[in-house]
């Protein structure tokens, strides 16, 4: 059996090379951490991929093959909606994943804070993932681990808005969907495909259902198969495909059925569930190309109030702007407006005080206060603050000025008063 190793921390060194700063995120299968890369001089993310602490030699070489094998394959993937995966190295014969490191708000944190998703901007998020997905089966790698905390909308530099998908070809190695020695599953089954649930080897098929469980959860506000906290009545119902109703999804409803169906044969391709939802996306988005090149302006409510604090705008005052969002705006909490097409439900979204305010969404319409390249002809806008205080400075003279001429009216009338008399 192989000994133990001490947990690392910060400023540890990984493979001589990766220096731990800080713990950004933990999994099922350990830290993630941010670290400077000492050789490239950059910051990286790097988690360890699994431990062979307790396992035989054989055993440990084996997961330790395995894992190297999984990890490079992933790494030949780039997809600008993956995280790109830079190298898997080895520290004292564990092996670690050393990614590119994005600063982002994952979907699992927006939905945290804002209940929901739209339907047309969770088709958007989930067509640009199925299409990094798609090149991803066409070069032999599962994902196996597609979920809401794996989906990355980047916060950050020139490509605020943009989506990733995360923890490529890692899963297998030490993941979610395996099976222990005692016939149990591990790890949380709420985006499982029956065919996992049940014990089956991940496949292609199976990344399809996880996909369409995201979806469910990002419009529904729960995983399909509910938010039941006992494991095995979970998992129970994902080996039978049991989801419940749909009932925020409107339109968008055949799509899900289709890829949450049971029976793995009957789905779509991952190629083609992106095509659906880029479809069903450009109805409001103008075009499937937009759908899939388009960044996003989903973020957690939070973020969002904080976006909107800077006051108004005077005359000769500029202020930063967001990204610009081809034929998408982020809706206000003050009169958002939606599509008409789907249920026509308005949605909403429950925040931590029971309280519904709006979602963040990106809708294909215009914002609810007027642009001012949208404002009519005979349009008068009211003055600033700065334009009445001039406004009023000005009035004030000019009162000034009429008094000291009616003064001088008053003084002339006298004097010419006076020399009449004496004369």
């Known amino acids: 059996m192989t000994s133990p190793t001490p947990a690392p921390g910060p400023s540890y060194l990984v493979a001589g090379r990766y220096r731990l700063i800080r713990r ?65 190295a080895l520290d ?35 067509a640009q993932v199925a299409d990094a997905i798609s090149d991803a089966h066409a070069a032999g790698i599962i994902h196996r681990d597609i979920k809401p905390a794996n989906i990355l909308i980047a916060t950050t530099g020139r490509n605020v808005g943009l989506v990733k998908i995360t923890d490529f070809g890692i899963s297998r190695a030490k993941g979610d969907a395996t099976i222990t020695q005692t016939g149990v599953v591990t790890g949380t089954p709420a985006y499982f495909s029956p065919e996992v649930a049940r014990g089956e080897e991940p496949g292609e098929a199976s990344d399809v259902y996880s996909l369409g ?38 339109a968008l409803s055949s799509i899900l059925l289709q890829l949450l169906e049971p029976n793995p ?22 075009s499937t190309d937009t759908v899939l090149t388009g960044l996003v302006p989903t973020a957690p409510m939070s973020a969002q ?12 005052t500029s202020y930063p702007s ?14 958002p407006r939606y599509p008409t097409s789907g249920s026509g439900e308005h949605p909403s979204t429950r925040v931590a005080s029971g309280v519904y305010h709006p979602s963040v969404s990106s809708l294909g319409s215009t914002p609810s206060y007027p642009a001012p390249t949208s404002l009519p002809g005979n349009y008068t806008p009211p003055p600033t603050a700065y334009q009445q205080r001039q406004q009023q400075g000005s009035n004030g003279n000019m009162s000034l000025a009429a008094a000291v001429f009616a003064v001088f009216v008053l003084l002339t009338a006298i004097a010419a008063g006076i020399i009449i008399l004496a004369m």
């Open 24 to 88: 950004i995120g933990h999994g099922g299968m350990g830290a993630v951490w941010l670290a400077h890369d000492q050789l490239l001089d950059r910051e990286v993310a790097v988690k360890q991929v699994l431990t062979t602490s307790g396992m035989d030699h054989s055993q440990a070489e084996t997961s330790r093959a395995r894992a190297l094998r999984e990890g490079r394959l992933a790494a030949r993937l780039s997809h600008r909606n993956a995280v790109s995966m830079h190298d898997v």
């Open 92 to 126: 004292r014969d564990e092996p670690w994943l050393v990614m590119e490191y994005v600063p982002s708000n994952s979907v699992a944190d927006i939905l945290r804070d804002n209940g929901t998703i739209s339907p047309i901007e969770a088709a958007q998020i989930c």
């Open 213 to 250: 469980s995201t979806l469910y959860t990002m419009v529904e506000g729960t995983p399909p198969f509910g938010n039941e906290e006992n494991y095995m009545a979970t998992l129970h119902r994902a080996s039978l495909g049991q989801i419940n109703p749909i009932v925020r999804a409107g």
């Open 265 to 286: 044969a009957n789905r779509p391709t991952m190629a083609q569930a992106r095509d659906l939802l880029a479809e069903f996306a450009a109805s409001t988005l103008g």
């Open 305 to 316: 109030r904080a976006s909107e604090t800077l006051p108004p705008p005077d005359a000769g």
């Open 322 to 335: 967001r990204p610009a969002v081809e034929r998408t705006a982020v809706s206000t909490p003050s009169g």
